[in-house]
């Protein structure tokens, strides 16, 4: 069966579908009419560390998502768009609260892969403790849209807004574990290469919360990779930054697919991991922490006086790590 309903979202077939999507999702938490135009959240049902908001930050995001392949190893465009959300808001400190979804899928889009996505989002929304409270579907026409785009936003709360401008001098640099194998899985899968690899996509908002109030800078490696991300965190932050060769968080096959590939790794993207600057004297208990979520995470440079990144060599040079530019991987988030 395929989604062949009105344009405008209209019409029986569309209240029904929207019926079953609305029963996968679930319930809404604590948040409160969600099947009118807007959802609503009563702040004092919160559980937060103090009982007045005065020194609490509401923190929103969106992200728009286009995947190919829209199934690939380890997720789907569904599970990379709550994941996404979720983690936009986690490396800033926050504690996700709600998501708002909006799905646009092309005419004769098949009625069970839609459904199949739906369930994907509800696992992963359940899974973390975060409600899907609100959204909208439209169905466009044949050739107007390559199969599927979906919108999220979201919100949460946090007492300490963690941003990429705040590196310090002395910190280390810490990855949550292993990068790149988004990339790798929708690559593998993309090319048909034999591979291993399953995306890394996953919510890291409890690996977050957990190190929060050690944490100076944060930033999910999503498009761009480390390059993107460390290059903007050191320009923002007024700090150089050095990575070490030898403790590069990348598996073999991840980088066997760079070399094959001619595309550089370090621009390879993360669905499910975290770059953060902690000071030296936290970084033991940090990673003691970190290991309990994934045993590869390790300090992988250190942040130094100056400007911009670099990467030590395993001879003892300095090699600078610019922004990528030009065309990236297309639609891998």
């Not at 199949?116 to 044949?142: F, L, Q, R, W, Y």
């Amino acid at each position: 069966m395929t989604i062949s309903l009105d344009h405008g979202g209209g019409g029986a077939k569309s209240s029904e579908l929207i019926r079953q999507v609305r029963k996968i999702l679930g319930g809404a938490g604590k948040w409160q009419n969600s099947g009118d135009d807007s959802a609503s959240l009563a702040l004092a049902k919160i559980s937060l560390p103090k009982k007045d908001f005065q020194n609490q930050h509401l923190l929103l995001t969106t992200d728009a998502f286009i995947v190919d392949p829209i199934f690939f190893p380890g997720g789907d465009i569904g599970k990379i768009a709550v994941c996404g959300t979720i983690n936009d808001l986690a490396v800033m400190g926050a504690r996700p609260l709600g998501i708002s979804l909006s799905i646009v899928v092309e005419e004769g889009f098949p009625k069970a892969d839609f459904l199949k996505i739906i369930k994907s989002i509800a696992k992963v929304s359940k899974e973390a403790g975060v409600p899907i409270v609100t959204g909208d579907t439209k169905v466009t026409e044949k050739g107007k849209l390559d199969k599927i785009e979906i919108t999220t936003a979201g919100i949460g709360m946090a007492e300490k807004v963690i941003n990429n401008a705040g590196a310090q001098v002395g910190d280390v640099v810490i990855a949550s574990g292993d990068l790149g194998e988004h990339t790798v899985a929708l690559l593998s899968e993309r090319f048909g290469y034999r591979s291993r690899v399953s995306s890394d996509c996953k919510p890291i908002d409890k690996e977050m919360l957990a190190i929060g109030k050690f944490v100076h800078a944060a930033k999910d490696p999503t498009r761009g990779g480390l390059a993107a991300n460390l290059v903007e965190m050191a320009e923002k932050s007024k700090v150089k930054i050095v990575l070490d060769e030898n403790l590069l968080p990348y598996k073999k096959e991840t980088i066997a697919l760079g070399g094959l590939l001619g595309i550089d790794i370090f621009s390879f993207a993360s669905e499910g991991r975290f770059l953060a600057t902690v000071s030296e004297k936290d970084a033991a208990r940090v990673l003691r922490i970190l290991k309990k979520f994934n045993p590869e995470a390790k300090i992988i440079g250190k942040v130094k006086a100056g400007k911009g990144l670099y990467l030590q060599t395993k001879l003892g040079s300095l090699r600078p790590i610019e922004m990528p530019n030009g065309k990236l991987i297309p639609r891998i988030c």
